[in-house]
C-alpha cells in the first residue's frame, strides 16, 4: 500500500508535465518562429559580432588603404587645388588673398591659352594615332609563328621599362644639329635638319620620342587580345573565302575591340599629361610650337610664381581629361563587340 501511494502523482503533477511537453512540442514546431537564443554571459541580447559583420568588417580593413589613398592623393590634392584657383598665392610676397573668380576670367582672356590648346590638341592627335597604328601592326606581326618574335617582343617592350628621364636626354642628343641622327643621315649625302629647333619638325620630334618610348606598352595589349581570338573563327571565314583585310576587318577588330578602348583611354590620357618630354627636349620652343597645357601651367605656376593662375589651368586639365574619357566610354557601346 505504500509503494502504491508513493507511485500515484502528486496533485496537478499531470497537468503541469503536460503544459511544459505542449510548450516544448509547440516551441519544435514553430523552428523559426521560436525566440531567440540569448547570450550566455550577463543575459543581455543576441551577440553582436556575427559572422555577417565579421565578413563586413575584414572587407573593410582590405579596401582602407585603397581608400584612404585615394582620400589622401587623389581627392584632398583635387578640392585644394580647386580652392587654391579662387585664390592669389604670392609665395615671394608671402601673400594669400581671395580673388574668387579672378582666375577664370583670366583664363579666358588669356591670349596664349588658345596657342597652348591647339598645341596640346596637336600633340595628343599624333600621339595616339601613330602609337595605337604602329603598336596594333607590331602586335599582328609578332603574333605570327616565326623565329625571332620573342627577341623583337623584347626589343620593342624595352623601352617602357627605361626612365623616361634617361630616354629622353639620349634622343635629345641624338636630334641636335650635329647629332648622331644628322651624322647618320651626312652619311647619305643628306642634310638633316636642327630637328628640336624648326617650328615644322619640333613637335614631330617629341611625338615621335614619346611614341617609341611607350609603343611596346600597348603592343603586349594588343597581343594578349590577338591571342585570345579563336583560331576556328579564321579557318571558317578562309573557307568561306574572305581575304586577309576582310577577316581583320570583320573578325579580329570587333574582338580586340575592348583592348583598342582600354589602350586608347590610357594613350589620350597620358598625351594630355605629358611634360618631361617637352621640358627636356625643346622647353615649349621654338616660341610656343611645343608649348602644351600642361607645360605652360607648370611655367606660370612655378616660373612666374602664378600659382592661382596655375591651379585654375589645374582645373582646366582636369576638366579635359575628364570629358575626353567620358565620351570614349559613352561611345563604347556604337563600337566596341558585345556592349549593349
Do not use: C
Not at 311 to 334: D, E, G, H, P, Y
Request: proline share 4%; hydrophobic share 50%.
Amino acid at each position: 500500500m505504500t509503494g502504491r501511494a508513493d507511485a500515484r502523482p502528486a496533485p496537478g503533477g499531470r497537468a503541469a508535465g503536460s503544459t511544459e511537453n505542449a510548450e516544448n512540442a509547440g516551441s519544435a514546431a514553430g523552428g523559426g518562429r521560436a525566440r531567440p537564443a540569448r547570450r550566455a554571459s550577463g543575459g543581455g541580447g543576441p551577440a553582436f559580432w556575427t559572422v555577417r559583420r565579421r565578413d563586413n568588417l575584414v572587407g573593410y580593413l582590405l579596401v582602407a588603404p585603397q581608400l584612404l589613398g585615394s582620400l589622401l592623393f587623389v581627392l584632398l590634392p583635387l578640392g585644394l587645388v580647386l580652392w587654391y584657383s579662387l585664390h592669389e598665392w604670392n609665395v615671394l610676397a608671402g601673400t594669400f588673398e581671395f580673388v574668387g573668380g579672378e582666375n577664370y576670367d583670366r583664363l579666358l582672356a588669356d591670349p596664349n591659352l588658345r596657342e597652348v590648346l591647339g598645341g596640346t590638341a596637336l600633340f595628343s592627335v599624333g600621339l595616339v594615332v601613330l602609337n595605337l597604328g604602329l603598336a596594333l601592326v607590331l602586335a599582328i606581326l609578332l603574333n605570327q609563328r616565326l623565329r625571332g618574335t620573342t627577341f623583337f617582343r623584347t626589343v620593342f617592350f624595352s623601352p617602357v621599362v627605361v626612365s623616361l628621364v634617361a630616354w629622353t636626354i639620349v634622343w635629345q642628343f641624338l636630334l641636335q644639329d650635329d647629332g648622331g641622327l644628322n651624322g647618320l643621315l651626312a652619311t647619305a649625302g643628306v642634310d638633316g635638319p636642327n630637328w628640336l629647333r624648326g617650328e615644322g619638325t619640333a613637335m614631330l620630334s617629341v611625338i615621335v620620342v614619346q611614341v617609341l618610348k611607350n609603343v611596346g606598352l600597348n603592343m603586349v595589349l594588343f597581343l594578349a587580345a590577338l591571342q585570345g581570338v579563336p583560331g576556328q573563327l579564321y579557318e571558317a571565314a578562309e573557307l568561306d573565302g574572305a581575304g586577309a583585310w576582310t577577316r581583320f576587318q570583320r573578325i579580329t577588330v570587333p574582338l580586340i575591340s575592348p583592348t583598342i578602348l582600354l589602350t586608347s583611354i590610357i594613350t589620350v590620357v597620358g598625351s594630355l599629361q605629358v611634360f618631361a618630354q617637352i621640358a627636356v627636349l625643346t622647353q615649349g620652343g621654338p616660341g610656343m610650337s611645343t608649348t602644351v597645357l600642361v607645360y605652360y601651367l607648370y611655367q606660370q605656376a612655378f616660373q612666374f610664381h602664378h600659382f592661382g593662375y596655375g591651379a585654375t589651368l589645374s582645373v582646366l586639365l582636369f576638366a579635359i581629361v575628364a570629358l575626353l574619357t567620358v565620351v570614349q566610354w559613352r561611345m563604347r557601346r556604337k563600337w566596341v563587340f558585345n556592349e549593349t
